[in-house]
């Protein structure tokens, strides 16, 4: 996956933030983005390039949890040890994982480097615990035998995400917020699965926007050309209700476009053509019902 | 010239003194562990609390760290300072009880028995080590690496280094002797100096975990 750290690379990156003394942390940070983790030949290269000495660089390499110095594996499982996963039981996933992989307490990375195992603390979903983030995608209610099941589901090739580029994908099948009708059109696929269909007007112009149903996949087909940056209006296709939401988007401020998602929860979609930003917000429902597992892309 | 109260005294020193030589100046004792003449201020250990500012409004700080300040009430053995000086003690004595130095600095505080939970570590994270290699020997071998209850102190990835100039200056300076004596493993030693000689406790197995309480240790002296 990697390929071989080139000087030039290490060289270029520290030329990059010559005269910023607080820019080591950047220029690790880079390495390992490219590099998967921190050789030793590139921090000898960074100390050298930046004048340290190579322990005040591993210093700062060892002390921030988000720099590791080892080769990560294929896919990274992380298990979350928070408090509320650890009351529902996360303490039993997290050994039931170890002994299978063959593993210490404290994770690292199967013989085989396949899995990298890593123990966190509190990933933010706490309600849906204990939580099980494979390559990026959270599982919820994980038990012990489903989480040797998740991670073997992974173990080769079609599930494998490239851990620097983790995505979720997966579809996800949505109502219009006011009629409950499903927004879902099977007759039109987009990226291979039934599209969400919506009535859009923008300026004068009205017409339909069809989404991918990807969570992750930001493919649209429209019925006429919108033009970047304008924010467009979402209409319900069945009860021509007005979609947009309260929400503004966090990334540009256009207003959100909150639907509900079939089988609990909601997606809000920016309405800005061209911003991609958009939140998942899933609730369990009653029988413990679980997120939908991402499917290979 | 700053001016200032020692324990009610009024005294006076240069500008940019911390509080422990103002104190020092005046032959004023405040007991230190991680407090090396030579060496950069670190306010590690906590033991040398001093009381600032006037009743009711005072703080405790620690006195190698802190600079003196134009008429700064200081206080250095209050009834408050006493009591949280004994407690560093014993915390101190929870972790490393094995240490010569701490057990004089509990002795001299009539601190003997600690209530915690018994430990013993190698280590008491002082730096003094790696304050000595950086600044003393220019040798920049060791430092800290980790966070947390993971810190601990040692060279890049535990082995040899290149920096070490096997001085030796690590081990003289460790009031715990932190730096485990690794004549058993010559690989990762930093000084290793006695790896070559024979040191006396060698053919001991049973001390293969030893520390090397010497002080100076023999070989790195000759090393
Ligand atoms: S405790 Fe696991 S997500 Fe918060
Ligand atoms: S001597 Fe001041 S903190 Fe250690």
Not at chain 1, 128 to 153: F, K, Q, W
Not at chain 1, 253 to 262: K, N, T
């Amino acid at each position: 996956m990697a390929t071989l750290l080139s000087k030039d690379f290490v060289r270029s990156t520290v030329e990059k933030y010559r005269g910023r003394r607080g820019a080591l942390i950047s220029i690790l940070d880079e390495i390992q983005t490219r590099e998967g983790y921190l050789p030793e030949t590139a921090l000898r290269q960074v100390a050298d390039l930046t004048g340290r000495t190579l322990i005040d660089v591993f210093g700062v390499a060892t002390f921030y949890k988000a720099f590791r110095l080892t080769p990560r594996g294929m896919h990274l499982v992380s298990v979350c040890l928070g408090t509320a996963c650890h009351v529902r039981g996360a303490g039993g996933v997290a050994a039931a994982l170890q002994d299978h992989l063959d593993l210490p307490a404290d994770g690292g990375t199967s013989q085989d480097g396949a899995f990298t195992l890593e123990p966190v603390r509190c990933v933010g979903a706490c309600a849906l615990g204990p939580i099980l983030v494979i390559d990026g995608d959270y599982m919820a209610n994980v038990s012990a035998t489903r989480a040797v099941a998740l991670i073997e589901g992974r173990r080769d090739g079609e599930g494998a995400v490239c851990p620097t580029e983790d995505e979720r994908v997966f579809p996800v099948e949505v109502n219009c917020p006011r009629c409950n009708h499903s927004l879902m059109d099977p007759d039109y696929l987009v990226d291979g699965y039934p599209s969400v269909r919506f009535t859009v007007s923008f300026g004068q112009e009205h017409g339909w926007l069809r989404l991918s149903s990807l969570y992750g996949s930001y493919a649209i087909e429209t019925g006429g050309e919108v033009p970047a940056d304008t924010i467009v209006h979402f209409f319900c296709p069945h009860c021509h209700g007005d979609l947009m939401g309260a929400w503004n988007c966090t990334e540009c401020g256009a207003p959100m476009v909150p639907v509900l998602v079939q089988g609990g929860g909601m997606v809000q979609i920016c309405s800005r053509r061209g911003c991609h930003s958009h939140l998942l917000d899933l609730e369990v429902d009653p029988e413990g019902q679980t997120p939908p597992p991402p499917l290979p892309r | 010239m700053i001016d200032l109260r020692l324990n009610g005294l009024p005294v006076q020193v240069e500008e940019g003194s911390t509080l422990l030589e103002a104190a020092g100046m005046y032959g004023i004792p405040i007991p230190t562990l991680c407090h090396m003449d030579g060496l950069s201020p670190y306010g590690a250990c906590r033991l040398c609390v001093v009381e600032v500012g006037a009743d009711g409004r005072s703080e405790l700080v620690s006195a190698c760290t802190y600079p003196a300040q134009d008429g700064l009430l200081v206080r250095t053995a209050s009834r408050r300072v006493l009591r949280a000086r004994r407690m560093v003690l014993e915390l101190l004595l929870a972790s490393c009880p094995q240490s010569k130095a701490i057990q004089d600095l509990a002795a001299a505080h009539d601190v003997r028995r600690q209530r915690f939970h018994q430990e013993h570590e190698d280590c008491i994270l002082c730096g003094l080590c790696v304050r000595m290699c950086a600044e003393q020997m220019t040798g920049h071998a060791i430092g800290f690496q980790g966070r947390g209850e993971h810190r601990s102190i040692g060279t890049p990835y535990d082995a040899r280094s290149a920096e070490c100039k096997l001085c030796g200056g690590c081990i003289y300076v460790c009031p715990a002797c932190s730096l485990r004596c690794t004549y058993t493993d010559p690989e990762r030693a930093v000084c290793g100096g006695c790896a070559n000689l024979a040191p006396p406790c060698l053919d001991k197995s049973q001390f293969h975990d030893m520390m090397c309480t010497m002080d100076p240790c023999v070989a790195c002296e000759i090393g």
